[in-house]
């Protein structure tokens, strides 16, 4: 798979090999195509948030990510977790998609489907948000 940064809407690219990687076992190439994608917006938005790459200087490590189980969400999920950010609070629309976001590393998963969106968001950090991304 290769990550082109302009330009990749055309029938042929020209990258750069450092700009190559394999293609993971077990991932397939549609999955491997959104991977740059959805994994470099969301670490933009992480470093937007002053999140990468390194914590902010606070105590206050606790993120609200909305569409917790989208492409974009999922990863910030995963990269929340991973940087350490805690609580990593997820947000859904549906049931089913509860389990998923919990898999990924979320400590908690708000189905606004079926509660009040800002009163478990409020339960979940009661100390605030440092950061609240909507994907």
Not at 3 to 17: E, N
Not at 36 to 63: E, K, M, Q, Y
Not at 67 to 85: E, H, N, P, R, T
Not at 90 to 98: P, Y
Request: proline fraction near 7%; hydrophobic fraction near 50%; aromatic fraction near 8%.
């Amino acid at each position: 798979v290769g990550i082109t940064f302009f330009g990749a809407y055309s029938d042929r690219v020209l990258v750069p090999c450092r700009q190559l990687f394999p293609i993971p076992n077990g991932m397939s190439i549609a999955q491997a195509a959104a991977f740059p994608s959805v994994a470099g917006t969301a670490l933009h938005a992480l470093a937007l948030a002053g999140f990468w790459p390194s914590l902010p200087p606070t105590r206050n490590r606790a993120v609200l990510i909305h569409s917790a189980a989208g492409g974009v969400g999922s990863m910030l999920v995963q990269m929340a977790k991973a940087i350490g950010c805690h609580p990593v609070v997820g947000v859904v629309g549906a049931s089913h998609k509860v389990a998923a976001c919990l898999a990924l590393g979320a400590s908690t998963v708000i189905d606004k489907s079926k509660e009040d969106l800002w009163r478990s968001a409020d339960d979940a950090a009661p100390e605030g948000y440092a950061a609240v991304f909507d994907a």
